[in-house]
């Protein structure tokens, strides 16, 4: 069982990393529908040994158990810290209390973050990019990988053995019985569901990462969770170049258009809009909000010139399916941040203010003044609609 093994990768290369079968939910945000494991990699060159990366701080007695198999936690020189978040170095406070003269190998951003993780004093090498160090006959080269998926994350590459420490990126929630993706069924749904929920985010910054080892000669992708790649790293890395691609160009502007509207009255305003900026040659995709496809929604935006907001005010408040598909848009990397807001209100008529300030703290900007209407719109509501598009569709051509 995975849980007592230290696992060969090459010689003097171990996997000694912790399972975590019955894991539900990771980081209280993510379903993990198969568990996950935290790996950590053990190294030793003839003069030095380093760690890449440690383990989640609930499994430390047992990681630490697994290590001293192969080495006294107090004779190990270095701690390549691929990246920061607790599941990774949960168990590095622990282990500078037991050997304070470890030298930490990090990014400037990682070496920032862990002093406020470990509120301690520790000893710190922060790498550059391309940046070589020797443990003897084992060579680390540090690939800065940032954003995948924090602002610290680096992988780290072993020259003679060709293995790529990559982190999260490649990795999947996924608890196998055996380490080697080649001992093991299919987990595809698991890779893609962690690229989905972990990565989609940070698409510019795969395609950077991705160029970066585009040459490399890797003979095993090892991530940070789930099956190392023995036998389908470049598969691997294929999939997240294919799934992180640019969105097509269209022949027209593309825009999204997301309506809530309980009385008819908003989506009134929405045909007169959608029209307008149709006649201006701008492609619509329209959503019911009440009756959307979250997965429709996200890959609309990812190809979309410009977001749409149709809301009512109800209770003094934009409905909740509104304020959902708010939330989806920092779970993608949307083309644009180019927003537009209407609506009809009974009462009070707060939600378009409210969007708005959303929006803007989602960094879009307004392609024009946002317009709302008390109950039915006059015919003089629906002349201003007809300005309002005409006034989106200048903006989205003029940023074309
Ligand atoms: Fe597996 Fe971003 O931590």
């Not at 003069?47 to 701080?57: F, G, Q, S, Y």
């Given at each position: 069982?995975?849980?007592?093994?230290?696992?060969?990768?090459?010689?003097?290369?171990?996997?000694?990393?912790?399972?975590?079968?019955?894991?539900?939910?990771?980081?209280?945000?993510?379903?993990?529908?198969?568990?996950?494991?935290?790996?950590?990699?053990?190294?030793?060159?003839?003069?030095?040994?380093?760690?890449?990366?440690?383990?989640?701080?609930?499994?430390?007695?047992?990681?630490?158990?697994?290590?001293?198999?192969?080495?006294?936690?107090?004779?190990?020189?270095?701690?390549?810290?691929?990246?920061?978040?607790?599941?990774?170095?949960?168990?590095?406070?622990?282990?500078?209390?037991i050997?304070?003269?470890?030298?930490?190998?990090?990014?400037k951003?990682?070496?920032?973050?862990?002093?406020?993780?470990?509120?301690?004093?520790?000893?710190?090498?922060?790498?550059?990019?391309?940046?070589?160090?020797?443990?003897?006959?084992?060579?680390?080269?540090?690939?800065?990988?940032?954003?995948?998926?924090?602002?610290?994350?680096?992988?780290?590459?072993?020259?003679?053995?060709?293995?790529?420490?990559?982190?999260?990126?490649?990795?999947?929630?996924?608890?196998?019985?055996?380490?080697?993706?080649?001992?093991?069924?299919?987990?595809?749904?698991?890779?893609?569901?962690?690229?989905?929920c972990?990565?989609?985010?940070?698409?510019?910054?795969?395609?950077?990462?991705?160029?970066?080892?585009d040459?490399?000669?890797?003979?095993?992708?090892?991530?940070?969770?789930?099956?190392?790649?023995?036998?389908?790293?470049?598969?691997?890395?294929?999939?997240?170049?294919?799934?992180?691609?640019?969105?097509?160009?269209?022949?027209?502007?593309?825009?999204?258009?997301?309506?809530?509207?309980?009385?008819?009255?908003?989506?009134?305003?929405?045909?007169?809009?959608q029209?307008?900026?149709?006649?201006?040659?701008?492609?619509?995709?329209?959503?019911?909000?009440?009756d959307?496809?979250?997965?429709?929604?996200?890959?609309?935006?990812?190809?979309?010139?410009?977001?749409?907001?149709?809301?009512?005010?109800?209770?003094?408040?934009?409905?909740?399916?509104?304020?959902?598909?708010?939330t989806?848009?920092?779970s993608?990397?949307?083309?644009?941040?180019?927003?537009?807001?209407?609506?009809?209100?009974g009462?009070?008529?707060?939600?378009?203010?409210?969007?708005?300030?959303?929006?803007?703290?989602?960094?879009?900007?307004l392609?024009?003044?946002?317009?709302?209407?008390?109950?039915?719109?006059?015919?003089?509501?629906?002349?201003?609609?007809?300005?309002?598009?005409?006034?989106?569709?200048?903006?989205?051509?003029?940023?074309?």
């Amino acid at each position: 069982m995975l849980d007592k093994a230290v696992i060969e990768l090459c010689k003097d290369v171990d996997w000694v990393g912790m399972p975590h079968p019955d894991l539900k939910v990771f980081d209280d945000l993510f379903p993990t529908h198969n568990g996950t494991t935290y790996n950590s990699y053990l190294v030793q060159g003839s003069e030095k040994t380093a760690l890449i990366d440690t383990v989640k701080a609930p499994f430390a007695d047992a990681f630490f158990t697994k290590v001293g198999e192969k080495i006294k936690p107090e004779e190990i020189d270095i701690v390549v810290v691929n990246h920061t978040e607790p599941d990774h170095s949960g168990s590095l406070g622990r282990l500078l209390e037991i050997n304070p003269d470890i030298t930490v190998y990090c990014t400037k951003a990682a070496e920032n973050f862990l002093k406020q993780l470990l509120n301690r004093d520790f000893n710190v090498h922060v790498v550059s990019d391309g940046e070589e160090v020797d443990l003897g006959g084992k060579t680390f080269r540090f690939i800065l990988a940032p954003y995948l998926h924090w602002p610290d994350t680096m992988f780290t590459y072993l020259v003679e053995d060709k293995l790529l420490f990559s982190c999260d990126a490649f990795g999947a929630h996924y608890c196998p019985e055996k380490i080697f993706d080649d001992e093991i069924a299919d987990f595809s749904y698991d890779f893609f569901f962690y690229f989905d929920c972990i990565m989609r985010p940070f698409k510019d910054k795969i395609r950077e990462a991705t160029a970066k080892i585009d040459g490399l000669d890797i003979e095993m992708v090892c991530p940070s969770h789930g099956p190392i790649r023995r036998s389908s790293g470049k598969g691997a890395i294929s999939a997240y170049k294919r799934w992180a691609a640019p969105p097509p160009q269209g022949e027209k502007p593309r825009a999204v258009m997301a309506v809530l509207s309980s009385h008819g009255n908003t989506a009134g305003m929405a045909d007169v809009v959608q029209k307008e900026l149709e006649n201006h040659g701008i492609e619509v995709t329209r959503f019911a909000l009440s009756d959307m496809r979250d997965d429709d929604f996200r890959n609309a935006l990812e190809q979309a010139d410009l977001f749409l907001v149709g809301t009512p005010t109800i209770q003094r408040d934009a409905p909740p399916q509104v304020w959902h598909a708010l939330t989806l848009i920092s779970s993608v990397t949307p083309k644009a941040r180019l927003g537009a807001i209407f609506g009809s209100f009974g009462w009070s008529g707060e939600a378009v203010k409210m969007v708005e300030a959303r929006l803007a703290g989602l960094k879009y900007k307004l392609a024009t003044d946002s317009l709302s209407f008390r109950f039915t719109p006059t015919e003089e509501n629906l002349a201003a609609c007809r300005d309002f598009a005409e006034q989106v569709a200048g903006t989205v051509l003029c940023e074309e």
